[in-house]
């Protein structure tokens, strides 16, 4: 047997893992979601229709959600992109959401490729209803400047970022703190909520950068159909978002930002399926014309007393 270890045989070997390494993360997020199923109780939630807004309301207790979103984006002076990301939410306790991202994308006419992790944590200091809800939003993300998800808009983002190859774009990596402040307030069936963020990335010489998201939506009905049923106007709700960014500490307001308005449907089936779709619009020459973005979601009650009793099980 010949083993070539020259430099390009390197090469081509590495590149042939991290092409399989992409391919495998953009196929396991639809199999993890169907194997979970399959594994625990499904558990009936309304789902807003918010993809950038949050509301108020937290997991429940010991119930596990996983979702599968994407992206897609058109690009002035670049390749249209599809980000894609899946979330792993789970209600540790009544007070406290915690959730994983695992992000990635692909750049028409370019590459696949992973760009990196969230970890995000949800924190209601109030137990009870008030006027107002707030919520206290805490996340570390570590992410390529490839990543395209666009989760949030913040500081002076814009389009043109989003413009160079995956090759360059991928060598920058970013270390970030995020706070937000998430407000939140039902009703007779109409929520409004107004998320403002903060985000630092951990390099000394960064800027603090701001953004907001505001969110109104409300169920097609508020009464509960007698019987059971996968069309019901109770199932569907529809909202509308608008979000962007407001710059940082350096040049704080709405100079060289970018700003969208995006109409968004959520579809809650009985049998804990959730689907959301939400077309957004440009609003500035700053912005991308169109992101294109839809959910696939399904909430499970007793995950954790599963993975509690598996490992007692094993003493």
Request: with cysteine; hydrophobic share 40%; aromatic share 14%.
């Amino acid at each position: 047997m010949i083993c070539d270890d020259s430099p390009e045989a390197h090469k081509e070997n590495w590149g042939s893992r991290h092409a399989l390494n992409n391919l495998l993360f953009t196929r396991s997020a639809p199999l993890m979601l169907l194997l979970i199923a399959f594994l625990v109780r499904s558990a009936s939630a309304q789902e807003s229709p918010y993809i950038v807004t949050y509301d108020h309301y937290l997991e429940e207790p010991g119930n596990l959600e996983v979702e599968y979103f994407s992206n897609f984006g058109t690009q002035r002076g670049g390749n249209d992109f599809h980000a894609y990301w899946l979330e792993l939410e789970y209600g540790a306790t009544a007070w406290w959401t915690t959730e994983l991202y695992l992000d990635g994308q692909t750049t028409f006419n370019d590459s696949t490729i992973f760009t990196g992790f969230r970890w995000e944590n949800r924190i209601n200091p109030f137990r009870r209803e008030h006027f107002v809800n707030p919520v206290l939003y805490m996340e570390y993300e570590q992410i390529s400047e490839a990543d395209k998800i666009m989760k949030e808009v913040e500081g002076h983002d814009v389009e043109a970022d989003h413009a160079d190859p995956n090759a360059i774009a991928r060598q920058g990596h970013n270390h970030e703190v995020e706070f937000k402040l998430l407000l939140s307030k039902t009703f007779k069936g109409w929520n409004v909520a107004v998320n403002q963020l903060a985000t630092k990335n951990l390099l000394p010489s960064d800027p603090w950068e701001f953004g907001y998201a505001i969110g109104v939506s409300r169920p097609l009905a508020l009464k509960a159909s007698a019987n059971r049923c996968n069309f019901c106007p109770e199932n569907f709700i529809a909202g509308i978002e608008l979000f962007g960014g407001l710059g940082d500490t350096q040049d704080f307001g709405l100079h060289q930002t970018s700003h969208y308005l995006a109409p968004a449907a959520a579809w809650n089936l009985p049998s804990g399926w959730a689907l959301r779709l939400s077309p957004g619009f440009g609003l500035n020459d700053n912005s991308h014309r169109l992101l294109l973005r839809w959910g696939l979601s399904r909430e499970f009650s007793g995950f954790g007393e599963m993975v509690t009793n598996l490992f007692e099980g094993r003493r």
